[in-house]
């Protein structure tokens, strides 16, 4: 076992993150068109218009934010009742199914029942199966 094979005493220390406070600042105040909007209402007319129209777009972003959401769940929604569609209709083939199996072995043995004392037939009787084939064999010959 060498020397290097071992973990250094001292690990590696990484270079601190230096933060730009100025891009952070610069992305939290980005001027948009409602502000500029809301600084030239505010200006001649007050802080009673001002609000009034800050409600306006905030009530607006809200609506939007909420349309965004609705179409994001919708396309769960359509999947969801796709599947439940599809789990009917597979139940309603099973359904179907079992009640034609059901009618086909009711149609058989009242077919069946019909026949039975029409054939009065006995099956052929059978060998008894302990005696060894060497036996038939020699009775047969015989």
Known sequence: ??????????????????????????????VTPQDIELTELYNPQGYKDWERRAKEHQRNADRKKQRKLFRANYARYAAEAKFKNI???????????????KAA??????????????????????????APATQLEAKSIA
Not at 1 to 25: H, K, Q, S, T
């Open 1 to 30: 076992m060498g020397i290097f094979d071992r973990a250094p005493l001292f690990p590696d220390i990484p270079a601190p993150y230096v933060r730009d406070y100025n891009a952070e600042v610069d992305a939290a105040w980005e």
């Open 87 to 101: 789990q009917r209709a597979a139940e309603k083939l099973i359904q179907e199914r079992l009640a034609a199996e």
């Open 105 to 130: 072995a009711q149609k058989a043995t009242a077919q069946g029942a019909r026949r039975e004392p029409l054939e009065t037939k006995q099956p052929p009787a059978r060998a008894p199966e302990s």
